[in-house]
Structure formats: C-alpha cells, structure tokens
C-alpha cells in the first residue's frame, strides 16, 4: 500500500476524521535517522500524528511538532505541509531500553515529564505557537490531550507502529477523529464504543485495511463525504542557499573557530542528513569576517 491519508467529514458536520497510512515514510526516517525499535516506534507515532495534523492545513501552510521530555531520546521532532511532505529527527537515536509488558517503552524512551510544542505557520506575521506538558509521554494521548485543551476541539488519537523481525518498519499510520462544534451529542457515545472496540491501528493495516476502510469502520451507520486524499511521502526542504544562510547568521567567533579548528565546515540537515562543505575560502568569504 502506498502511503496516503483520507480526511472525511460526517453528513451531518459532527464528526471529522483523518486516516493515514505512513509505514514507506517512516521507515526512510528510520534508515536516515539510525534509530534503535523503541526509537523508531517512538518517532514513528510523532510522524505519523503530524501527517494526521497536516491534513487541516491548506495552502502554503506547514506544522511542527516537537517533543522534548526527561528520557534517552531528548528531543523528537516531524515537520509537514498540506501537500502530505513529511520529514522527522530525533535527538538521541538510541533508547537501549528494554520492553515494558512485551511492548516497546515508548513512554520511558520519551521520558514521563516533559512538553509537547506544536508550531503552525499559518502564513501569517508570526506562526502560532502552543505547548502542553506531557499526558502520558505515549505521544497519540499527548496529541488528543493538547487538540482537546489547547484548540478546545475534543479529540482522539490512535497511533501505531509495528516492526518486522529485522526491526524495519512493517506498518505505520494513525487516525485523528473529533468532535465538531454544535454537533450531535448522541453520535459520541457510539463512536467511544466503536473506538474502544476498534483493532490496533498496525493490525488493521497489516491486514491491508486502507485508511478510507479503517475511517468506514469507525463511522458505521454514519453517513459521511470523503473531503480529501493526500499521498504521503518523506521531503526535506533543506538546500545550499538555506544552510548558507545560517552560516552568515552566526557570530564571526564561530566561525572563526571553524577556520582554525577544520579549516572548513561541514553542515549535516538534521532531518535528511544531507551534508554540505564549504572550504576555508568560502568561509572567509562570509559578510561578518568582513566587518
């Protein structure tokens, strides 16, 4: 199954829903990013709860969130737009815990204190900034507790990630169901049950359940329209003249320090790990060592 997401929205306007399948995207995270399973697992359900995200989004709009707690892993971070391009990082790649209950320590990898920051540049003059403290540090509960009390729109969030014996990503995705303003209060208490009844995300999809089939489970005896189908694939948006652009912002000092020392730079994107070189000319060349 290629990996793409489904937005829906119910006949009445109670409900909306997002399904995706990201396992083809998390697993290229995984081989440029170097993570151990609980490290995958872990950054697999931010990437995937970020490409749920993105489906709101229109236009030139973009979205990041970023988890920084007390565990191993320190900082994850994934990043998308409306046009489903999907990238993520983490700090740490390596957890090197044990299972917890025959489960991945998703929560002891992350650390149980910590935030959630959610960044939208909406294309207005200053992106939207918001942050909560970690629920339970299982990343699919944060984000519903962060939609439910930040944007005060009540949410639920499945996240999953399943790997195969290699620990290379076999299945990954996640759905996003909320409850619109004014909608029909009978209809929650259904869809509770149906979610409470519903499969691990991982299974349905190693079954081969497409998002929209996972989205028409949920909403049996539900009318709703399909609003969106988005392909989701990884992409980096860094290029030379950005990580130039970095380096001419940074104190002469630094720079400096990198002519001594290496007598060049090499810049890696964090996200891609993409390098850039640039040799002592070109460093010397910069505007602050001109001053």
């Given at each position: 199954?290629?990996?793409?997401?489904?937005?829906?929205?119910?006949?009445?306007?109670?409900?909306?829903?997002?399904?995706?399948?990201?396992?083809?995207?998390?697993?290229?995270?995984?081989?440029?990013?170097?993570?151990?399973?609980?490290?995958?697992?872990?950054?697999?359900?931010?990437?995937?709860?970020?490409?749920?995200?993105?489906?709101?989004?229109?236009?030139?709009?973009?979205?990041?969130?970023?988890?920084?707690?007390?565990?191993?892993?320190?900082?994850?971070?994934?990043?998308?737009?409306?046009?489903?391009?999907?990238?993520?990082?983490?700090?740490?790649?390596?957890?090197?815990?044990?299972?917890?209950?025959?489960?991945?320590?998703?929560?002891?990898?992350?650390?149980?204190?910590?935030?959630?920051?959610?960044?939208?540049?909406?294309?207005?003059?200053?992106?939207?900034?918001?942050?909560?403290?970690?629920?339970?540090?299982?990343?699919?509960?944060?984000?519903?507790?962060?939609?439910?009390?930040?944007?005060?729109?009540?949410?639920?969030?499945?996240?999953?990630?399943?790997?195969?014996?290699?620990?290379?990503?076999?299945?990954?995705?996640?759905?996003?169901?909320?409850?619109?303003?004014?909608?029909?209060?009978?209809?929650?208490?259904?869809?509770?049950?149906?979610?409470?009844?519903?499969?691990?995300?991982?299974?349905?999809?190693?079954?081969?359940?497409?998002?929209?089939?996972?989205?028409?489970?949920?909403?049996q005896d539900i009318p709703f329209t399909v609003q969106l189908e988005?392909?989701?694939?990884?992409?980096?948006?860094?290029?030379?003249?950005?990580?130039?652009?970095?380096?001419?912002?940074?104190?002469?000092?630094?720079?400096?320090?990198?002519?001594?020392?290496?007598?060049?730079?090499?810049?890696?994107?964090?996200?891609?790990?993409?390098?850039?070189?640039?040799?002592?000319?070109?460093?010397?060349?910069?505007?602050?060592?001109?001053?």
């Open positions: 199954m290629t990996d793409h997401l489904v937005r829906i929205l119910s006949k009445d306007g109670s409900l909306r829903a997002v399904a995706a399948a990201t396992t083809n995207l998390t697993e290229s995270i995984r081989l440029r990013q170097g993570t151990d399973p609980t490290a995958t697992v872990a950054l697999g359900r931010l990437v995937a709860g970020a490409a749920l995200m993105g489906a709101l989004l229109k236009g030139d709009q973009r979205l990041a969130l970023m988890i920084e707690g007390s565990g191993p892993l320190q900082r994850l971070h994934a990043e998308t737009d409306a046009f489903g391009h999907v990238r993520g990082s983490i700090k740490n790649p390596i957890a090197d815990l044990p299972p917890k209950a025959d489960r991945f320590d998703v929560a002891g990898a992350v650390g149980k204190a910590g935030f959630l920051h959610v960044i939208k540049d909406l294309c207005l003059k200053e992106p939207y900034r918001g942050m909560v403290q970690l629920y339970s540090s299982e990343i699919a509960e944060d984000l519903a507790y962060y939609l439910t009390t930040s944007e005060q729109v009540p949410s639920t969030v499945g996240l999953g990630v399943a790997l195969d014996q290699d620990f290379a990503v076999a299945a990954a995705g996640g759905f996003l169901v909320q409850a619109m303003p004014d909608g029909d209060p009978e209809l929650l208490p259904l869809l509770e049950e149906r979610l409470r009844q519903l499969p691990p995300m991982t299974s349905l999809l190693r079954e081969g359940k497409t998002p929209l089939q996972i989205l028409e489970g949920i909403f988005t392909p989701l694939e990884f992409r980096c948006t860094c290029n030379l003249a950005q990580v130039t652009a970095m380096l001419r912002a940074l104190p002469a000092d630094e720079v400096r320090t990198m002519l001594e020392e290496d007598q060049g730079a090499t810049i890696t994107c964090e996200f891609c790990k993409q390098q850039y070189h640039f040799t002592a000319e070109e460093l010397s060349a910069l505007p602050q060592l001109k001053n």
